[in-house]
């Protein structure tokens, strides 16, 4: 064990990740796309977090979701309304009236002519998933619900009367059973399928419509289909990989409990650990002190770092993200009839939410007076061929520089047509982190565990709709104490997919400065680069802790999981360890 820690302290960072990393599996879910790969691998696989499978119901949907608000209401409207003015203002922008008198293009303009960016030249050979299996024999058309599926869970009696997969015309065709990933935003609204998201706002998905067990399966169907058809790990070798789980801060007691028993009790790892995103984004950039602010597809998370430790008195949630930017571009569009004639609906037809977001991704900024380019926007209509319309996006239609801004005044969003999940869901089991330790369990003594972990509440604070800006303030300010305020504002790290917004790193640092009350002794603020892909950061981040922690003490074993649910854990926290923030800070610095 002495030798094993003097490697450790001396061992070149390369060395470790080629040593160490290639059997371990490091695990970031988010609620619109999951990151996972091999600890020793430099990017992870980056897929969407969804699963369709087939269904029988009538009438079908294509969606299984909550969604119980999906009209925007009056007042929604009169917000969003205000909120375009101030932005149009600041962005020296025609107002929304003002737009109409002025505009010297036409109010409509479906098709103009230009040559679309190379971006948009991959969608021209847009075809729909294939969603029947291949190589099938003629044999084969009997009730697949005979047998267990892949992931080896059971389903509902209406998924298992469906199993006899056969498409009309052609007893030698089958239905695959589920589709995951990208591919399965690209199945055609006519097939029978539904698409399926078993993380929703950074919680699971749970509602009336998407039972609690249905999210659980979703989840490891997923999980197990990326780690055989992506890393090429079979079931008969999983338990020679550990696994580590990157988990946002959003998630509660429960849903850390369940996805640990996903890896330790379904997939079959050897081993896990947890880190938190917020923490893991620090040690990614080699920060030991940031205020990390994470901008995902539906969640924005912040949370002061100080030293290698989470304070969680500053996090805070706010609901909405990178997806909400893009349902705004096409409100923009629609509100002044400048989309194309086309039914284009984010919510109901996920291929439609697709095309958006790399529409957001590719043209979506945040700069003074006027900016003009030309995309094409595609049409996904029930039984044709996808079709393509080009389309002019200039600050007088303000697709490219409104949307972003919305990160600063959420109104303009209407971010809640997905609502949090059902609060009587994490109220009656036992928490999992502030009630297990006390147990008694066999073998006789009451185990701590994981005394190092930041406690959340179960029950999460009410937040007001607060912009961005206000909600790094507040987190800053929660510390309580002013020499560490002043290092947190000069040490803001954006991360996240909606983090590579052009021109959002002066605009931040501009509102931020503003927030601040004036009663405050502070002048100076500043966003830091990020070093790697904002978007993979706590993802790597998650790797570096990972490998560089010594002892291992943390870890929770799949046999001690199983029979006791907890694990024995030490007193030991990050800011006791200085190899590990050294080596961190070595391995990204090298």
């Not at 919305?406 to 009587?424: A, E, I």
């Not at 297990?436 to 406690?455: K, L």
């Not at 300010?477 to 954006?494: H, N, P």
């Amino acid at each position: 064990m002495a030798y094993t820690q003097d490697y450790m302290k001396t061992a070149v960072p390369t060395n470790l990740f080629n040593d160490r990393g290639s059997n371990i599996v490091v695990i970031n879910p988010g609620s619109a796309n999951i990151r996972i790969g091999l600890a020793q691998q430099d990017i992870p696989l980056n897929i969407p977090h969804c699963i369709a499978r087939r269904t029988s119901q009538l009438p079908k949907r294509n969606v299984q979701d909550q969604m119980l608000n999906t009209q925007v209401t009056t007042a929604q409207h009169m917000e969003r309304e205000r909120a375009y003015d101030i932005i149009a203002s600041l962005l020296r922008i025609p107002f929304l009236d003002e737009q109409a008198a002025n505009s010297s293009y036409p109010r409509k303009m479906g098709r103009v002519d230009a040559h679309p960016p190379q971006n948009d030249m991959k969608e021209a050979n847009f075809t729909w998933t294939d969603v029947f299996e291949k190589n099938v024999p003629h044999s084969s058309t009997t009730a697949e619900g005979d047998a267990p599926n892949e992931g080896g869970t059971s389903e509902s009696p209406t998924l298992k009367e469906s199993k006899i997969k056969v498409e009309p015309n052609s007893s030698a065709r089958k239905y695959r059973e589920y589709i995951c990933g990208e591919e399965a935003l690209r199945i055609s609204p006519t097939e029978p399928y539904c698409l399926r998201r078993p993380i929703r706002r950074g919680h699971l998905n749970v509602s009336q419509h998407y039972p609690t067990q249905q999210v659980l399966e979703d989840l490891h169907t997923i999980w197990d289909w990326i780690l055989v058809e992506k890393l090429h790990i079979p079931h008969r070798e999983r338990n020679m990989y550990s696994a580590i789980l990157v988990i946002p801060e959003t998630f509660d007691n429960r849903e850390i409990k369940e996805m640990l028993s996903i890896v330790l009790r379904d997939l079959c790892f050897s081993s896990a650990v947890v880190h938190q995103e917020g923490l893991a984004a620090a040690f990614g950039n080699g920060l030991p002190t940031a205020c990390i602010v994470n901008m995902g597809a539906q969640v924005t998370s912040i949370i002061c770092v100080e030293d290698g430790v989470a304070l969680p008195t500053t996090q805070i949630s706010l609901r909405f993200g990178g997806e909400d930017i893009s349902r705004c571009l096409l409100w923009t569009q629609r509100h002044h009839q400048t989309w194309p004639p086309i039914r284009t609906d984010a919510l109901s037809k996920p291929v439609d939410l697709l095309m958006l977001n790399r529409l957001k991704e590719s043209y979506c900024q945040i700069k003074e007076g006027e900016v003009e380019a030309v995309a094409v926007v595609h049409s996904y209509e029930d039984g044709m061929p996808p079709g393509s319309h080009k389309t002019r996006l200039t600050a007088l239609n303000l697709l490219i520089q409104v949307p972003p801004m919305g990160l600063f005044y959420p109104t303009l969003l209407v971010p809640d047509v997905y609502p949090p999940p059902p609060r009587s869901w994490f109220n009656d089991y036992d928490d999992m982190l502030e009630d297990t330790w006390q147990m008694d369990f066999p073998g006789g003594g009451a185990y701590p565990m994981w005394e190092s972990y930041p406690i959340f509440q179960t029950k999460p604070k009410k937040e007001d709709i607060i912009g961005l800006a206000e909600a790094i303030t507040k987190s800053i300010l929660l510390t309580g104490r002013i020499d560490l305020q002043r290092k947190l504002f000069c040490s803001m790290q954006l991360i996240g997919g909606a983090a590579s917004i052009y021109g959002l790193i002066p605009a931040v640092e501009e509102r931020v400065l503003h927030a601040i009350p004036s009663h405050e002794a502070i002048d100076t603020v500043e966003v830091l680069q990020s070093r790697t892909n904002p978007a993979f950061v706590s993802w790597k981040g998650g790797a570096i802790l990972g490998i560089l922690d010594i002892g291992r003490d943390a870890w929770i074993h799949r046999e001690d999981w199983i029979r006791n649910g907890i694990h024995i854990g030490s007193r030991r926290k990050y800011k006791d360890s200085f190899y590990v923030q050294a080596q961190a800070l070595c391995y990204l610095n090298s």
